[in-house]
């Protein structure tokens, strides 16, 4: 190649074109540096053909600078950033600086500095350096980690580098991860799970396309279930990514893997340190770091050879990303095995209609784990009618379900609460005047967190301290907490069982891999008898001996009137359903509603989960929602009211009028301030053979808009507000 195209990250420009100078060696997919007037930029040297732009002739083209020391972009994972940018309407930049994710990473081998005890004596011995080189034993890192380490400060280390008690060590960063071994552990698998495995053996030896729907109970074990093939595709030299929906999940993860495959896999996550995102980057990208397994920004990691794609609890929400590219890792993950030739597993117990009726269609085979491991058997569900049996005044559970946890407690057995909702109450008002305490960013009331006592918005982050009087009418101690989360759901156990033991779980409690880990341990050295949790203890655990269930408001994810509202409940009690009887003892589950006679709560207390997709499948083919039909947004927002008023109505008064699309809006969206931005909405169904984003391009691109009003364009939306 003596000419470029590059691909890069100036979003004022299109492509460039760049000569390549004498000896220097480019392919389709080198990372390069190249000049732009004054500046440098980094470019991925891409297909000419696949990036179209005006040609510059030759002589007036500047040379690269540079070509990176990182191995090139495959072609596999260019046809990846292509198909995404084009199926999501995203620019295929916004893509690509998904896929180089770490800057470090682009830069050659590097050294750093880490510590380790020398043996020497300190010159004087103080109660803290007693104490960090009692903690210090066998450790090295660097002079901050060992500080957290030994919770001393890292003033004291530095004192002990100065005598000679700590000493430097050169490290290389990028030294090699311990490779998993596949015959490390025995598997221990049921008829079943030996059945499914064997299939997916064989498709990760085929090294083929395939997608595969693993659909099975909770409890079914799933997880060893697809170790196997992951064991295979090691075997066959190949690499694996597991993706999972939660961080806080990773920990009970790693230490499956770790009992099976002898050593922990790599993890990729947004709160890496960037040396660590720098290794994990490096090595995913020479093909050293054979098992990866991460939230959905790994899924465009520059694997050097993939053997095999799992996405666990494939039905989670958080699959999908709501700002920036608006992409769904699931679906995407699927588009990846395609262009790898290699097999994608979708696992979960409650699977989205969409890949249930993909399996349907024979388009993903269905494999099932219909029982649960170790003769442990499903729980019993009951329903409380709130309308009926009503909890006691200034109170949030009912008689029946205070009597199983007093029950629970008395037998030593642990029971979980669920709740969705973070806080002590979602909403606070005067007293005296009906004052209500809203964001001044957003159209949401501000959830007041005892706790930390704080009053905070759960959307933009907004907080404050609850003032002693009410601003609007000045009356002191007039403010009342209205409704149930779960910090106040947890002092209502207090107050029923003083001796209980409660661990709250949230998002607020549980921040860290650390946290959740503790909580884990404590968990299962029966240290906890009530948990009480947010949607984060509805998936992952396994509890032997939790046996109760209560679920306080199940009608809490019915309102609000989502396309998935219902399919989204039922996901959601169905799995923290199945966290109850996992060991020896049965489990039961209590659920509080006002709306027994509802399709799906009736479906969980029947536990007839087909009747509640066939019911679903129905109400879906009816509204010509997915997977029958198609839908699309376009969210347009600004912070100037009416400047984003005018652009929605200059979209809606040049929308298509086409047979087989029908177009809703511009509407205020129902979060009509988010963040400090108005926000309109116009909502796209079409039948399923419309090209929706054709339509879209072609229609938004005629249009210019003033320069402080943003259009985005949300593709198979899962969120409507
Ligand atoms: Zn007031
Ligand atoms: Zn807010």
Redesign the pocket.
Known sequence: MNRARLLHFNAALGPLDYKVPAGMRVEPGSIVVAPLGPRQIIGIVWEEERLPSDSVPDHKLRALIEVLPVPPLRAELRRLIEWTADYYCARIASVARMVLASGGALRGPSTMVEYRLSGNEPERMTPQRAVALDALQGEQATIRELAELASVSEGVLRGLVNQGVLEPVEVDIDRPYIKPDPDFAQPDLSADQQRVADRFIEAVQAEKFAPFLLDGVTGSGKTETYFEPLAAALRMGRQVLVLLPEIALTEAFLRRFEDRFGTPPVVWHSSLKSTERRRAWRAISSGEAKVVVGARSALFLPFARLGLLVVDEAHEVSFKQDDGVRYNARDVAVMRGHFEGVPVILASATPALESLQMAESGIYERLELPSRFGGATMPDVGIINLTEEKPERGRWLAPRLVEQLKQRLERGEQSLLFLNRRGYAPLTLCRHCGFRFQ?P??S?WLVEHRLSNRLS?H??G?ETTPPPNCPECGEPDCLVACGPGVERIADEVAEIMPEARVALVTSDTLNSPEKAAAFVRQAEDRMIDVIVGTQLVTKGFHFPELTLVGVVDADLGLEGGDLRAAERTYQQMAQVAGRAGRGTKPGEVLIQTRHPEAPVIAALAAGDRDAFYAAETDARRDAGAPPFGRWAAIIVSSEDEAEAKEAARAIGGTRPSLPDVMILGPAPAPMSLL?GRYRYRLLINARRSAQVQNIIRDWLGTLDFPQGVRVAIDIDPYSFV
Do not use: I, K
């Open positions: 964001c960013n957003c949401a918005c959307h933009c907004h963040r």
